[in-house]
């Protein structure tokens, strides 16, 4: 169980155009999914939270602009990088948790991430 | 704001010895988790402890939690090379329901 797909699991877009990156919780419904970013050999950064139905919110330092998040059902939520530059060429990792029978449940499922290159 | 802090940064090992990874919170955390991270893959949880003083065994691992409840270890005896990866700590950051604070990460090299 908890398993979350991610896809592309990579893509390659040329400077200036828009990727979107889809996460789905396959076998739970999702109350919270978070983006992270990872650059080689380091610790995971969190980009947002994305809550259903309810607005993103960005971590400091985070463009959301340029970073557009929508969580559009429990199962599902999707990243934009709009108009996106090399220096937006990372890994992207989303993750899911959920809450079961009124109990906190902190663990996050992470999908197998998105390796983006931008060109 | 909160911080986690995980050392070291990087362990090699030869196959057969023993690996230890330390976590330390700048506060006191409701829960630790750790998960781990295969080359080139994405994180995957490995287990959760929530009591102060908590100490739990998967196999080979084996994870503890503080009395304080602001630092945890995770301990491999006998490493093997599906081992390697690295080893993230993680607490609930207090201010976002669900939200967690990640350690730097343990990168664990095995060699044959």
């Known amino acids: 169980g908890a398993v979350v797909s991610q896809h592309p699991s990579r893509v390659i877009c040329k400077s200036g155009t828009s990727v979107k990156i889809e996460c789905r919780s396959l076998d739970f419904q999702a109350t919270t999914m978070f983006w992270y970013r990872q650059f080689p050999k380091q610790s995971l950064m969190l980009m947002a939270t994305?809550?259903?139905?309810?607005?993103?919110?960005?971590e400091q330092g985070v463009e959301k602009d340029k970073f557009l998040i929508n969580h559009a059902s429990l199962t599902l939520s999707t990243l934009t990088v709009t108009s996106a530059h090399p220096e937006d060429s990372s890994f992207y990792i989303c993750?899911?948790?959920?809450?079961?029978?009124?109990?906190?449940?902190?663990?996050?499922?992470f999908g197998p991430g998105t390796r983006l290159t931008v060109t | 704001g909160q911080q986690v802090m995980q050392i070291p940064q990087y362990q090699h090992v030869q196959e057969g010895e023993d690996f230890t990874t330390y976590c330390n919170s700048s506060t006191t955390l409701s829960n630790i988790q750790w998960y781990k991270q295969r080359p080139g893959g994405h994180p995957v949880f490995l287990i959760q402890l929530v009591k102060s003083g908590e100490v739990k065994k998967q196999k080979r691992l084996t994870f503890q939690f503080g009395e304080a409840k602001k630092n945890s270890s995770l301990h491999i005896t006998a490493t093997q090379t599906t081992d390697v990866g690295t080893y993230f700590c993680?607490?609930?950051?207090?201010?976002?329901?669900?939200?967690?604070?990640f350690g730097q990460g343990t990168i664990l090299t095995v060699h044959p």
């Open positions: 994305s809550n259903e139905g309810s607005k993103a919110t960005y």
């Open positions: 993750s899911a948790s959920y809450s079961r029978g009124g109990t906190t449940s902190y663990e996050q499922y």
């Open positions: 993680a607490g609930p950051d207090g201010t976002s329901y669900g939200k967690l604070t």
